[in-house]
Structure formats: structure tokens, C-alpha cells
């Protein structure tokens, strides 16, 4: 296997720049750069050197012997001053060594992966903890990575390698009759898992929510004010604001943090009755998105509200705008101004007492489709256990425990199939 090498930090200037390199090779590393081999996990200074023994830095080394490392192997970092420049410099010398080379996306936590450092949840909530923005993401990133959803895929599986156990030996005295109380307790296990897995695919929402943003959908008619709203909310001119009815034909999507929620605003188009083809798509694409939202704000500059009738288990609230001008007094009406600046930290206020009901106060949530769609298969099999007779069938029965095993197994341990990792991995960024 190579041994690879990766800036850890940022592509910009910086007081202070680290490269990582990880493999087997790593001892050779003193002699290539010209320095004295430092002490195992103490920093020291040393003068590295190029090819040509011409002067690259005065630079931090520390060599973390395997494999007790962040990717199990050998490791060894350098931390420079932080030009791109002597970056690259290091770069070309590593480069240069035979069975060295740069290492591909998510190649170190791929490799912390197969040694056995992490395994796949804990791998994914590193990329995500990594990438969080808003204390919710961290929250559930860092639980995760911790190992909250790994305990969770590990209780069932013991649980479900137990059933099977049971099962195997009943297989070998399947001339009796199954004692009564044996299939019982033998089904009341079943259901617990079952119910868990139910549960949690419930909650997965939430998950996935935290991960990519909590959609908040704005309706209303042209000219209420919904992108003057969102370009209050976001500080920043994203929607375009004028004077002229009909403006913002398709979805605008605005990702913002609601007090440690994130969440993606979506402006949407005017809802009005409309001859002009493009505006009725945005119209559609207005109504089709409020139904998958977590929330629908409906703003109006008057009394009506009126609006299609909409499927959805999303929150409506009812938003009146440009109070300056007028308010509305109904206490289930809320009244904002943006020119004023009135009204509009209640508003979020609201919005954000609303996301923290969703919480399932729960740290081992299914936080990708990947583990989502494992679970679900899991629970079809469960399913079809159920209706199985374990008197006459008891293997095919086994065989759905098998599957089950194997599904939630995945989620924490995919070994042989190249082409998951790589799906999973590419997703990463290059040095982590
Ligand atoms: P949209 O079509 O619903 O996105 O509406 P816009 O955000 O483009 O706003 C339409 C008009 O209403 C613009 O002229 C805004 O300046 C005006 N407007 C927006 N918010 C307020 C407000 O709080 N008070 C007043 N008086 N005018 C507002």
C-alpha cells in the first residue's frame, strides 16, 4: 500500500501549515528531507532540507509510530510557516519518493476505517463535525462520532445474533414441538427490535434535518414582502426586492442558522393567478415545496391569507407584513415590519421553539440515506419473521435473521464492497 501524503490545513496563508503524511515508508522520511530522525510523539524542531539539500523551513516534526494513530499506520506530520509556497516545496520532494503519493479524498479516515480506528458511522459523523456549522450539527455530529449510533446498530445485532443463536439450536431438535414459552419470548424479542427499528427510522427525519437544514417555506402573494424578509433575515441581498409584481419565479434557497438550528429558507414565487407559463411552473414549484417543509410561513400585507390547501405535516403560521403601515391585532397572527425592524425576533423565536419540539432527545439517530434505507430493509425482513411459523420453518426464519444481521451490520462495517467505501469516502475532502 502507498504511503500518502496530504495538506491537513487550509489552501490559504496561515500562520502555521501541516502536512500529514501516513504509511508504511515514514522512517525514510529524516534521510529524504536531511534531518536528525526525532524521539516517537515528541515534537521537535528540525531544519528540512529539499533533494538539492537546499533550505526548505525550520519546521515541527512529530512521528506518531502505529498503530496507535489516526489511521492506524505510521504517521508523521510537518508543521511549517504557513506559506503555500513551502508547502509546495514539501509537496515536490514527497512527490519524488517511490511509493509516495497524494492522498486521494477521505483517503486517511478510509484508511483509519480499514485498520479498525473507526468504523463507518463514527467515519461519516468525522466528516460531518468537520463540515458543521451550527451547534445542533455539532451536537449530533460529535455524539456520533463518539460512537452513540455505532452502540446502538451494535445492541441490535447482538439482540438479533442472540434470536439467531436460539433459532440454530432449535433447527438441531426440530423433532419436538417448539415449548410455547420459547416462542413467545422468541417473538416478544422480535417486536422489540422491530418496534426500535420503527422508531428510529421516525426520528431519522430529524437526523437528517440537522444535517442538511430544517426547509422553511415562505408563501404569500407577490409583493408581500417574502424577499424583503429574507434579506432581512440573512443580512445579505440574495433575493432580488422590487417594485414590480411577480419578480421571484423560481425557489430561492437560503441556508442560515436559527440560533444553533440550520435552516434552508425558501423564497418562493408570487401566489397569484398568472397566464405567464414560467410563473405558474414557479407557482407548482411553490406549493410542492411547502408540502415537504418543516414549516410554511404565509405572509400577506392584509387581511387575507387565503392560499391553496396544502398536504403537509408541516407548522403554517400566519405572518402579517409591513406593520408599519397597519397592524393585525390576533394574537395567532404574527405582525412584522422589516422596515421598522418589528416583530421579526418573535417571529424567529417562534420558528425556533417550534424545531426544538422536533427533537427526539435522542443521540443515536440515522443520520444518511445509507443507513435509512438499511434499516428499513431490516424492519421488511422483521416483518416477514413475524409471519413465519418457527415450527415448520424455522430456517426460513433464520435465513430473515440473517439479512437483518447483515443490513445493520453494513451500517458500521462495510469490508468487501469497494464501491460503498468509495461512494462514502468520495464525499470527503482531500487531507482528511
Ligand atoms: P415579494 O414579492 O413578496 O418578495 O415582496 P418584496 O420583498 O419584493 O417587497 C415588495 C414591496 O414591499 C417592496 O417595495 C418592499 O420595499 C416593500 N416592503 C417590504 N417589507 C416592507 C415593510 O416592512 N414595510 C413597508 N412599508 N414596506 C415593505
Known amino acids: 500500500m502507498d504511503t500518502i501524503f496530504s495538506s491537513a490545513s487550509s489552501s490559504q496563508k496561515s500562520a502555521i501549515k501541516i502536512i500529514r503524511v501516513s504509511g508504511r515508508k515514514i522512517e525514510a522520511l529524516p534521510k529524504v528531507f536531511s534531518f536528525k530522525p526525532t524521539q516517537p510523539r515528541v515534537a521537535s524542531l528540525r531544519k528540512i532540507y529539499d533533494l538539492d539539500k537546499k533550505i526548505i523551513d525550520n519546521a515541527l516534526i512529530i512521528f506518531f509510530p502505529g498503530p496507535a494513530t489516526v489511521t492506524g499506520e505510521d504517521v508523521m506530520e510537518f508543521h511549517f510557516h504557513g506559506s503555500p509556497f513551502i508547502e509546495k516545496k514539501i509537496y515536490d520532494v514527497l512527490a519524488k519518493i517511490k511509493g509516495f503519493r497524494i492522498a486521494r479524498r477521505g483517503e486517511f479516515t478510509k484508511r483509519a476505517f480499514l485498520n479498525g480506528v473507526l468504523d463507518l458511522t463514527q467515519a461519516e459523523a468525522l466528516n460531518d463535525l468537520i463540515n458543521s ?120 434557497e437560503v441556508m442560515m442558522d436559527f440560533e444553533g438550528f440550520p435552516v434552508v429558507l425558501n423564497d418562493t414565487a ?69 422596515k421598522r425592524n418589528t416583530g421579526i425576533d418573535e417571529l424567529i423565536e417562534a420558528i425556533v421553539n417550534y424545531l426544538r419540539t422536533l427533537d427526539p432527545k435522542e443521540e443515536a439517530l440515522l443520520t444518511r440515506k445509507r443507513h435509512i434505507d438499511a434499516v428499513k430493509k431490516s424492519i421488511d425482513a422483521m416483518n416477514d419473521l413475524l409471519n413465519i411459523n418457527l415450527n415448520v420453518n424455522p430456517e426460513l426464519a433464520s435465513e430473515n435473521l440473517r439479512i437483518v444481521a447483515k443490513e445493520i451490520g453494513n451500517i458500521t462495517n462495510v469490508i468487501d464492497v469497494e464501491e460503498i467505501l468509495d461512494d462514502i469516502f468520495s464525499s470527503f475532502c482531500i487531507g482528511k
Not at 460529535?142 to 436460539?166: D, F, H, P
Not at 391553496?308 to 408599519?324: A, E, F, N, Q
Open 133 to 252: 456549522e451550527t451547534e445542533s450539527q455539532f451536537q449530533l455530529s460529535i455524539s456520533q462520532y463518539e460512537g452513540a449510533l455505532s452502540k446502538k446498530i451494535q445492541t441490535w445485532r447482538n439482540e438479533v445474533v442472540y434470536l439467531l443463536s436460539r433459532l440454530e439450536a432449535l433447527i438441531d431438535f426440530s423433532d419436538e414441538e417448539l415449548p410455547k414459552k420459547i416462542e413467545k419470548d422468541f417473538n416478544f424479542k422480535t417486536l422489540k427490535i422491530l418496534n426500535e427499528m420503527k422508531n428510529s427510522i421516525k426520528q431519522s427525519n430529524y437526523g437528517e434535518r440537522i444535517r442538511n437544514g430544517f426547509i422553511i417555506t415562505i408563501l404569500g402573494r407577490p409583493n408581500v414582502g417574502k424577499s424583503s424578509l429574507i434579506n432581512h433575515l440573512s443580512e445579505k441581498k440574495v433575493a432580488i426586492v422590487t417594485e414590480e409584481a411577480g419578480t421571484t419565479r423560481d425557489i430561492l
Open 270 to 338: 408570487g401566489l397569484r393567478n398568472t397566464k405567464s407559463k414560467v410563473e405558474k411552473i414557479g407557482i407548482e414549484r411553490a406549493i410542492e415545496k411547502a408540502k415537504n417543509s418543516d414549516m410554511i410561513l404565509v405572509l400577506s400585507d392584509n387581511e387575507d391569507f387565503s392560499h391553496p390547501r396544502l398536504k403537509t405535516l408541516g407548522k403554517k403560521i400566519l405572518v402579517h407584513t409591513k406593520s408599519d403601515l397597519g397592524m393585525l391585532p390576533n394574537k395567532d397572527i404574527f405582525n412584522i415590519s422589516v
